[in-house]
């Protein structure tokens, strides 16, 4: 069944409307009739509804069932150092499939890209309905969301925040000896809320001021394996380890 997303509750028959692109799409696209099955997801919940009014806008009811969370059993937050090109909608098209919770990009000391706050809200706007798209695609309850980009010190400030913090450091992956990142997640079973930020340098990976900062902040560094992976690759290995572990 298709899924969409709506951000309005349901009112007390049970019923919710859907308007806009998602209208559109049921009514144009998948030419649905009345009687037809959607789900449609509020607040993480994916409920089997029923298309009881079509037209410009379109009223669905619920059936009573719900469809199982296929979310990650622990929430993964990914930071990026600005990367150049499209990178950052690769990563959130991906790493919303493989179960990112939110995108956090940063303006890091390497990056090359600088974020143009006119035109920044629309691409975030961007992002945020590619996650939209990829979330509805992967049949997600939650859609990531997409942060407008933070400086390096506000990252910093976030670390606290987390139950275990992980940096991606090229100068880990050249050691002989490295910890693997499997033994390190390890620990996060101890913890309640199971709360992961994954931080990623652009293209020059994190430099070594930012590193130090990190570290002191309580982070720690994961080791990816013994190859040096683009900006782009490593986060998308890092969630699939994650999976792995957890799922």
């Given amino acids: 069944m298709q899924r969409y997303f709506v951000q309005q509750p349901f009112n007390e028959m049970n019923e919710v409307t859907i308007t806009g692109d998602n209208a559109r799409h049921i009514s144009k696209?998948?030419?649905?009739?009345i009687?037809?099955?959607?789900?449609?997801?509020?607040?993480d919940i994916a409920y089997v509804c029923e298309i009881v009014s079509l037209g410009q806008e379109i009223v669905v009811k619920q059936t009573g069932n719900?469809?199982?969370s296929p979310e990650m059993p622990v929430k993964v937050d990914i930071a990026c150092g600005l990367p150049k090109g499209d990178k950052l909608e690769l990563i959130t098209q991906k790493g919303t499939e493989l179960g990112m919770h939110a995108l956090i990009?940063?303006?890091a000391e390497r990056s090359i890209v600088k974020w143009d706050d006119k035109k920044g809200e629309k691409k975030t706007e961007r992002l945020q309905k590619i996650a939209q798209?990829?979330?509805?695609?992967s049949h997600r309850t939650h859609v990531p969301?997409?942060?407008?980009?933070?400086?390096?010190?506000?990252?910093v400030?976030?670390?606290?925040?987390?139950?275990?913090?992980?940096i991606a450091d090229e100068e880990d992956a050249k050691k002989e000896k490295r910890t693997r990142f499997a033994d390190k997640l390890k620990k996060v079973y101890d913890y309640e809320s199971k709360s992961i930020l994954l931080i990623f340098g652009p293209e020059g990976g994190i430099s070594r001021n930012e590193a130090k900062s990190l570290l002191e902040a309580g982070?720690?560094?994961?080791?990816?394996?013994?190859?040096i992976l683009r900006a782009e690759t490593a986060p998308l290995y890092a969630l699939s380890a994650i999976s792995y572990e957890f799922e």
């Fill in 29 to 33: 696209v998948m030419r649905m009739e």
């Fill in 35 to 43: 009687g037809d099955q959607i789900v449609v997801v509020h607040t």
């Fill in 66 to 68: 719900t469809i199982p």
């Fill in 105 to 107: 990009p940063f303006s």
């Fill in 133 to 137: 798209e990829a979330a509805e695609q």
């Fill in 145 to 155: 969301a997409i942060i407008n980009p933070i400086s390096f010190k506000q990252l």
């Fill in 157 to 166: 400030n976030l670390v606290s925040s987390y139950d275990a913090v992980f």
């Fill in 219 to 227: 982070a720690e560094t994961m080791s990816l394996g013994p190859r």
